[in-house]
């Protein structure tokens, strides 16, 4: 994740730093949020309960190929900022890129067939996976230099480049394939751009990285987004199509509670993984966290009645569940913070909880999940539960590694 360039021996200067990263860093993942929420508005209403299902869960899906991209954001931010050059990183970027475009080509066949969906429809879909390592890369570098403005502004660009070439394809009648294809090639677009804005560093340290560092965080970053994906996913398997459809449209607000708060994690990441401040750190983070959640339920509750006017009268039966899909959505969000400090601190032996989490989710969505409002119950509650586990473990450890020291 992204650090501070802000010298330690400044603490308010550190402060002025850290507000103004967190500023940025908002507005450019809530302009790429807003961008991916006017996706979905039109897409569900153009291709209806059934279509929107399938779109809904291809995009699901696109979630688990890029989990590496999100790992990866991780470990090249690290490595830059312990000197890595640009050419170095870029090299384990390429990596990447190649090892998630062969998963992908593998991976079409199994899942065209556990969602009964066509072979094209979900390679389109899959198809933007290495796009998203390619860029990620480009933002880990960004990151690592202390770039927020930069880094602002190539997360903005990429939520649009991604939502208005499948709308305007939408708006003429392509379809999923057309707009998974259109989204595909402007995430492209912008991580080409991004390129340029990044600076070279010709020079670098000797430190060792590869493909095992990227692998070693992908493994909690697979479990955030499993969680924050299955329930969306099962409900296209389990559900009724036009359930399905229903369901799709309340994970909308479960995905904007998740994202909303992302540059709190993004700028407290450094300080997570400075023993000296790792538990302030997580503390502050987590408190900031639900805070944020908190608000962002009420809203979800106050502003449920919209809904079929925004959408159509065909979701009104989703109206009544907007709290619950925020409140698992906001749950998550505290959940990748408490992970997020797994891997600054390098005890990602701590996402074992959460895969536990996921494990029994699974098993109750399948013997329970026979009704929308179940499904979301279930997903909410299995949400909480590790969120709070996590968080209190994640707060001990922090505080044992921290006094090591000084024993």
Known sequence: MSVSGSAPSEPPASVRS??????????????ANIASYLLHMPASRWLGPAGYGEFASLLAVQLFLAVP??????????????????????????????????ASV??????????GISAVATASALLVAPVLVLLTGEQGILQGQGRFTALSVVLAAAGVGKVVPAVVVLAVGGGVVGALVASAAGTLAVSLGARFVVADQTAGSTTRFGVRDVLTASQVQLVLIALSSIDLVLAKAVLSEYDAGLYALGAVATKAAFWLPQAVGVV?????????????????????????????????????PLVPLIVGDEYRPVRSLLWLFALQGAALSVLQGALLSAIAGERTHLAIIA??????????????????????????????????????VAVRLARRDAARPLA
Not at 18 to 26: I, K, R, Y
Not at 106 to 115: D, M, N, R, T
């Open 355 to 392: 895969w536990v989490g996921l494990v029994i989710e699974i098993a109750a969505l399948l013997t329970f999940g026979t009704t929308i409002g179940r499904f979301v119950m279930i997903a909410a509650s299995a949400a909480l539960v590790c969120a709070a586990v996590t968080s209190v």
């Open 268 to 304: 407290l990441y450094p300080r997570m993984a400075n023993p000296a401040q790792s538990v302030q750190a997580i503390r502050a983070a987590l408190g900031v966290l639900v805070g944020l959640g908190v608000v962002v339920v009420c809203a979800a509750a106050v502003l449920a």
């Open 18 to 31: 850290t507000a103004a990263g967190m500023t940025l860093v908002t507005v450019g993942s809530m302009t």
């Open 69 to 102: 991209a999100l790992a990866l954001q991780t470990v090249v931010a690290r490595e830059v900022v312990r000197g890595a050059s640009v050419r170095a990183v870029r090299a384990l970027v390429t990596k990447c890129v190649v090892i998630v475009a062969v």
């Open 106 to 115: 593998a991976a079409v066949p199994l899942v065209s067939w556990a969602l």
